[in-house]
């Protein structure tokens, strides 16, 4: 749920993946913005969760593995406004700060 940034749910798929099943969320904000979230199971484990940035031409993109699973959150939106759309999903599925 990104919808107290703004960002109300408009549909969802689930795409093919290196690693299995991909699913993939998309988001509409206030002004038509859209933002893609993708949620995919990793077949190696990562202790550590880190946020990394990347960004090709006007879409920026936020990802991190946590566990088992792969994030990432993209959009051609501002980096700070996708950071914290990040940090709102990290904070909704592990009920921890992202840090």
Not at 43 to 56: C, E, I, V
């Amino acid at each position: 749920m990104l919808s107290k940034s703004g960002f109300n749910l408009s549909g969802g798929r689930v795409l093919p993946g290196a690693d299995g099943p991909t699913a993939q969320f998309m988001y509409r904000g206030p002004n038509g913005e859209r933002v893609t979230l993708c949620i995919s199971h990793r077949k190696m484990n990562s202790n550590t969760t880190a946020f990394q940035l990347y960004q090709s031409g006007p879409v920026n993109v936020f990802y991190w593995v946590d566990g088992d699973f792969g994030y990432a959150v993209s959009g051609g939106i501002d980096r700070q406004q996708l950071l914290q759309l990040s940090h709102d999903v990290y904070s909704q599925l592990t009920g921890a700060a992202p840090g």
